[in-house]
């Protein structure tokens, strides 16, 4: 852990001095809510396995009314199709959201994108997609400004009554999300189906920066973690990566997200299957090209403490196991258990990194806000990032504390909305 932290300190230098490194740092030209926000705003939230429209009136006093939400699956053939077909459908559910919703036909919404990818930008309202993520292959859309897609879909769907003012990535939208009402908070982290993590840092630091001075003299940074490979990895994560859409990319994600996580436990588990160590010499393997090992199975077999562990024996018939033994599902939940423990220790090591290049000997308090369906619902990921910082940090580490931040990232983007 500490090796990580060192070299995720030097990546991320060069990423602020736009040397080349692992790490982009992007400039998301966000600064930290003043709590002068007011007003009605929409927000998008596009970057895993759904799509979410959301409204939501900020009133005075950072107070904000409970939003209204509305969530769409995003089908397979839609993340793997044209861009155009996906900027057409998010119109259209933008579309039925307003009618739903009976929004004010003769009013105009300023609206805050989310869109949680890698994007260069050039200023608040328009980023370039540089590479997808987490799957997503829609064709035609690297290498454009992707608020431009969006505005050209909702013209072709005939919406005239919104305004795309920002793009975030969702890491920002948390961390504008908790410092609304925390000021301790300088950081906001994504451990769902992708990881990343955005923090603030002083301009003066961004050495790469440009644009003058901004009113705090601070900017909010999307490091894009989830790229960083100064890491260790095992023949397993050797060959998650090969036979992933982006190999060589995505690094530590392909270690530590959700999208991953049940894939590399299954990938272990066929290993030992292999050997004939685990389900007797039977040749069954549990993850292969038809069939997905997912990571909410590698979490319920974790946390399984049913007598013979009989609830992991059901979901192994689920998956097409019929016969395994006591010590088969023990040494199963094993695996699980490394896998999801190593995922958050590289986490830990990621944050402790970031923490202290904020503040090198943790002299003041630091709330990081965090996100996400493995923070939130793999089986024990949030204690084990909290011990691994204790390893760490010894007794400064009550100066951290982590903040589940739900639906932050949608809600951030209305408030960054808000501030245009
Ligand atoms: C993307 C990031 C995003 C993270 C969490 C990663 O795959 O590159 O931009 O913040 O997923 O959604």
Redesign the pocket.
């Given at each position: 852990m500490q090796r990580i932290i060192k070299d995720f300190h030097s990546e991320m230098k060069k990423g602020l001095a736009g040397s080349k490194s692992s790490l982009k740092m992007i400039p998301e030209y966000v600064e930290r809510p003043s709590g002068k926000e007011k007003g009605e705003f929409l927000a998008l939230d596009l970057?895993?396995t759904h799509f979410r429209v959301l409204s939501l009136r900020l009133k005075s006093g950072r107070k904000t009314e409970a939003p209204l939400s509305k969530k769409f699956i995003l089908k397979k053939e839609l993340i793997k199709g044209s861009g155009s077909k996906l900027f057409d459908f998010i119109a259209e559910c933008i579309k039925a959201f307003i009618a739903e919703q009976k929004l004010g036909a003769g009013e105009k919404y300023n609206v805050g994108f989310t869109f949680?990818?890698?994007?260069k930008k050039k200023n608040i309202a328009s980023g370039l997609l540089i590479r997808w993520?987490?799957g997503f292959k829609a064709k035609g859309v690297e290498g454009k400004d992707v608020v431009r897609l969006l505005n050209s879909a909702l013209a072709r769907k005939g919406v005239s009554n919104t305004k795309v003012v920002a793009i975030v990535?969702?890491?920002v939208g948390t961390f504008v999300t908790r410092s609304y009402k925390d000021p301790n908070c300088d950081m906001g982290v994504?451990l769902?189906?992708?990881?990343?993590a955005c923090y603030c840092e002083k301009i003066k630091n961004i050495t790469k920066w440009k644009g003058g001075r901004t009113s705090s003299g601070e900017m909010v940074i999307?490091i894009?973690w989830?790229?960083f490979d100064k890491l260790c990895l095992t023949a397993y994560d050797k060959q998650l990566d090969s036979a992933s859409a982006n190999p060589g990319e995505?690094i530590l994600?392909k270690m530590v997200?959700g999208m991953y996580l049940g894939k590399l436990a299954g990938l272990v588990a066929n290993s030992l299957i292999e050997q004939e160590i685990l389900f007797n010499g039977q040749k069954k393997y549990i993850f292969c090209k038809s069939k997905n090992f997912k990571s909410e199975y590698a979490s319920a077999i974790e946390s399984d403490t049913s007598g013979k562990l009989s609830r992991t024996n059901t979901l192994l018939k689920k998956v097409g196991i019929k016969n395994s033994t006591y010590a088969d599902r023990k040494l199963l939940q094993r695996v699980c258990a490394i896998v999801s423990r190593r995922a958050a220790r590289i986490s830990a090591s990621a944050m402790a990194a970031v923490i202290t290049k904020i503040d090198p000997h943790l002299s003041g308090k630091h709330t990081i806000a965090v996100d996400?369906s493995v923070y939130e619902k793999h089986s024990g990921f949030s204690k084990k990032i909290k011990s691994a910082l204790i390893e760490i940090f010894k007794k400064k580490a009550s100066k951290i504390k982590l903040k589940l931040t739900k639906d932050g990232s949608g809600k951030g983007a209305a408030i960054i909305a808000a501030t245009v």
């Open positions: 970057g895993g949680s990818f890698p994007t993520t987490k990535n969702d890491t994504i769902g189906t992708g990881t990343n999307n894009e989830g790229n995505q994600e997200s996400g």
